[in-house]
């Protein structure tokens, strides 16, 4: 029989609604991130750089570009005779099918896979977390403590533990109880979301609670592990560690990588971030063109003026055009004498020429201003933008869009421009 010491569950099912249109089409952990990546290529790239080299990893909403994107694991090395990576959907049964409902009822409907490795440690990871962290590390620390939970924590501001599960623990960082964002936190180590069970628990409390509507780790496994005395430790991580689970943090995420010292580093030789890569033409930079602190994906050609920006692979940003602190993603086409300003432009989008981003008095987004704000623009994949057009801040436009549907060629600031068919 096969024999894992530890396999990683990677739970990549998410819609990312908060991410607004740029999930519309797309699973949230395969949205792209920091010029050639996606969001799932951290935590992959983590269990190989931690030795974990069997991942199975769990989808559900919008598919597609994350199986094509993982493949066979070979950019991660984890095309494995034994083991490498598995992605798993959820699947028909005799009885009673369903969605994976929580997050620990996607893990208990794979509980063979799990078994079929016979792993003693099992490994949860969240798939739409930036950040780099040694697994092995955190395995070693469990097995020291004779834990049966072991739950990656970070210290947060006391001001901020309230919007996470808080972790109150001893001198020898064994968890005495926890709190689910609670009014007055009695600490500030947040779960991260990243757990190792032993298998033997792990499975008891899936099978015990399986009947739980919307099982989750949260609310129900972890509860559970505690009650029965199971010891559960918190593994302190002091890291960068970014959820760009809303479209505010996922900006910031990738306008930190272009820092002179960036916080998370893309360039550290022994821990490589990999991904899949598509074979493409180097960059090519015109005479005309000024670039200033920012990351430049290959095969993007650049004929205008691009400051504080991230850009995709496969880019092409026109004569006289100025972007500035704006992430503009793979096979975009940006026209000539256009001026962006702090704008997320999805994957295959077409702006015409001499159109404006982010003009004028910031309003509130008249749809979803949770969503859309900080005076951002945000344009959904595929879309298209005449040109002659300007938008204002907190706006949002997806869909193939026209001259008559900005009037007077302007789209006021929190304006939402969402053509028919192309939100489902």
């Known amino acids: 029989m096969i024999k894992k010491e530890m396999i990683a569950m990677l739970l990549a099912g998410g819609q990312g609604s908060r991410l607004g249109v740029l999930t519309s089409k797309v699973a949230k952990p395969a949205v792209a991130f920091g010029g050639k990546y996606r969001i799932i ?5 983590n269990c190989i750089n931690s030795g974990v080299d069997t991942v199975g990893v769990l989808t559900q909403y919008q598919p597609l570009r994350l199986n094509t994107h993982i493949g066979i694991g070979i950019p991660w090395d984890l095309d494995r005779n034994i083991g490498g990576v598995t992605v ?27 078994d079929s490795f016979n792993p003693d440690y099992v490994l949860i990871l969240s798939g739409d977390h930036i950040y780099k962290m040694d697994y092995e590390v955190m395995l070693d620390f469990h097995k020291e403590n004779n834990a049966e ?11 901020e533990a309230k919007r996470f599960g808080i972790m109150i623990t001893d001198e020898n960082k064994k968890i005495t109880d926890f709190e689910e964002k609670p009014q007055n936190p009695r600490s500030n180590l947040a779960s991260m979301g990243i ?16 009947e739980q509507p919307s099982l989750d780790f949260g609310k129900h496994i972890i509860p559970y592990c505690h009650k ?56 090519y930079i015109s005479s005309e063109s000024v670039i200033e602190k920012s990351i430049i994906g290959e095969g993007s050609e650049i004929y205008g003026e691009v400051y504080n920006s991230v850009i995709g692979c496969g880019v092409t940003i ?13 096979e975009t086409c940006i026209g000539g004498n256009c001026e962006l300003y702090k704008a997320i432009v999805a994957e295959n989008v077409t702006v015409g020429d001499n159109v404006k981003l982010g003009i004028g008095e910031e309003a509130p987004n008249e749809t979803d ?10 344009i959904g994949e595929k879309s298209v933008v005449p040109s002659g057009v300007t938008i204002g801040k907190n706006s949002v436009i997806f869909g193939v869009t026209a001259p008559e549907d900005y009037e007077n060629c302007y789209l006021p600031s929190g304006k939402t421009l969402i053509k028919a068919g192309d939100e489902s």
């Open 149 to 159: 939970v072991t739950i990656a924590v970070m210290p947060v501001p006391m001001e």
């Open 41 to 45: 290529d951290f935590p992959l790239s």
């Open 318 to 330: 026109g004569k006289g055009t100025v972007v500035r602190d704006s992430i503009i993603m793979n």
């Open 195 to 210: 757990y190792i069970f032993n298998w033997k628990t792990l499975k008891s409390a899936l099978v015990t609670n399986s």
């Open 369 to 378: 201003p949770h969503i859309y704000n900080n005076g951002m623009v945000t």
């Open 228 to 283: 029965q005395g199971a010891p559960l430790y918190a593994y302190e991580f002091n890291g960068y560690w970014k959820d760009v689970g809303t479209l505010s943090s996922y900006w910031e995420a990738n306008m930190e990588l272009i820092n002179i010292v960036p916080e998370f580093n893309l360039y550290e030789e022994y821990w490589k971030i990999y991904t899949r890569s598509v074979i493409l033409p180097p960059q």
């Open 88 to 114: 798993l959907p959820p699947y028909e049964k005799s009885a009673h099918s369903e969605w994976y409902t929580g997050t620990a009822n996607a893990i208990y409907q794979n509980i063979d896979y799990i």
